[in-house]
């Protein structure tokens, strides 16, 4: 197995449009309200197929937006150490965030250069890493948790966005079998919209609500 080093970041950069056959893509985003003011981050993690694997949220207190930004980042990472992936690609939409983590922006704010060193130990844990720019059109889910988180820490239940479980049993045609399927989704307006998955019109499903 291959050993990295912090010295050489560009290396984990060389190959990053050709990730291995399995890799896990996290979307993640952070923010404050106020900025310093209420911070949290939401992650999405899915496999290399699009399947969703893991939701990661916190609240972090009074933080910036990059501070958040970056324990995203941080979360994103130790999932997948923890978890015995060698292979992530991590999407945001900070371009701040990104262009530091790539070496292009050094990082002049005292209190990132802790979060940044940190990002950088655990990237050189895995044997690819890659990391882009999104707009935040493009980030919906991961900013939906992160709205979430902050919601939660301070105290009141989002107003715009509720994270969901909606299960439905469906039958296969071909086979007159029955499975047991289930989906995550977002609060709006009083209707769930699914963020992993679609559903024929009419189709009856029960919801389980995840408050935190």
């Given at each position: 197995?291959?050993?990295?080093s912090?010295?050489?970041p560009?290396?984990l950069?060389?190959?990053?449009e050709?990730p291995?056959?399995?890799?896990?893509?996290?979307?993640?985003?952070?923010?404050?309200?106020?900025?310093?003011?209420?911070?949290?981050?939401?992650?999405?993690?899915q496999?290399?197929?699009?399947r969703?694997v893991?939701a990661?949220?916190?609240y972090?207190?009074?933080q910036?937006n990059?501070?958040?930004?970056?324990q995203?980042?941080?979360?994103?990472?130790?999932y997948?150490?923890?978890?015995?992936?060698?292979?992530l690609?991590v999407?945001?939409d900070?371009?701040l965030?990104?262009?530091?983590?790539?070496?292009?922006?050094?990082?002049?704010?005292?209190?990132l250069?802790?979060?940044?060193?940190?990002?950088k130990?655990?990237?050189?844990?895995?044997?690819?890493?890659?990391?882009?720019?999104?707009?935040r059109?493009?980030n919906?889910?991961?900013?939906e948790?992160?709205n979430?988180?902050?919601d939660k820490?301070m105290?009141?239940?989002?107003?715009t966005?509720?994270?969901?479980?909606?299960?439905?049993?469906?039958?296969q045609p071909?086979?007159?079998t029955?499975?047991?399927?289930?989906f995550?989704?977002i609060?709006?307006?009083?209707?769930?919209?699914?963020v992993?998955?679609?559903?024929?019109?009419?189709?009856p499903?029960q919801?389980?609500?995840?408050m935190g």
């Open positions: 197995m291959p050993s990295h912090s010295s050489r560009g290396n950069f060389t190959d990053r050709n291995p056959e399995l890799h896990l893509v996290a979307y993640s985003d952070g923010g404050a309200r106020g900025n310093p003011g209420p911070a949290g981050y939401g992650v999405v993690i496999d290399q197929t699009g969703k893991a990661l949220s916190e972090l207190g009074h910036t990059n501070v958040a930004e970056y995203g980042l941080i979360a994103a990472l130790q997948a150490t923890t978890n015995g992936h060698r292979a690609k999407i945001s900070s371009e965030l990104v262009r530091q983590i790539k070496g292009i922006y050094k990082v002049k704010n005292a209190a250069q802790d979060l940044h060193a940190r990002a130990e655990l990237i050189a844990r895995l044997d690819w890493f890659s990391i882009g720019h999104v707009l059109g493009k919906q889910q991961a900013d948790l992160a979430a988180a902050m820490g105290g009141r239940a989002s107003a966005a509720t994270v969901a479980r909606a299960s439905t049993t469906v039958t071909e086979s007159g029955t499975v047991r399927r289930e995550s989704g609060v709006r307006d009083g209707k769930v919209e699914l992993d998955g679609k559903l024929p019109e009419g189709t499903v919801i389980r609500v995840k």
